[in-house]
């Protein structure tokens, strides 16, 4: 499956981004998707994931309440809408697919990853 990560840029902190992860050659209905970030200098941490077997979705403390995961599988593509973004949420943001039901935040268990995209919150 190749995914492709859209959506990233800069706004100012408050500010609200929909970031976009459309798949191809699989179908969401049948993986669970995750979103990961990346800032400099750190490792990929775990922002949330929803299991393709049901609609709950999972977020890591730092983002739980402003960040909210979807899926519309008509479309192929998962959504990470970001709101009351804050300087420390810059990073490159990643999609990646599983095909277990799983909402890990460990990065070995997601095998199909996007490029991608950029997000930078300003003070």
């Known amino acids: 499956v190749q995914l492709q990560a859209s959506g990233g840029g800069l706004v100012q902190a408050g500010g609200s981004l929909r970031l976009s992860c459309t798949a191809s050659?699989?179908?969401?209905?049948?993986?669970?998707v995750a979103w990961f970030r990346q800032s400099p200098g750190k490792e990929r941490a775990f922002v949330a994931a929803m299991k393709w077997s049901n609609s709950i979705a999972v977020y890591a403390d730092s983002v739980k309440g402003r960040f909210t995961l979807s899926r519309d599988s008509a479309k192929n593509t998962a959504y990470l809408q970001m709101n009351n973004l804050k300087p420390e949420d810059t990073a490159v943001y990643y999609c990646?697919?599983?095909?277990?039901?799983?909402?890990?935040?460990?990065?070995?268990?997601?095998?199909?990853w996007g490029q991608g995209t950029l997000v930078t919150v300003s003070s």
């Open positions: 050659g699989s179908t969401f209905s049948r993986n669970s």
């Open positions: 990646a697919v599983s095909i277990m039901s799983t909402t890990t935040p460990n990065t070995y268990a997601w095998k199909s």
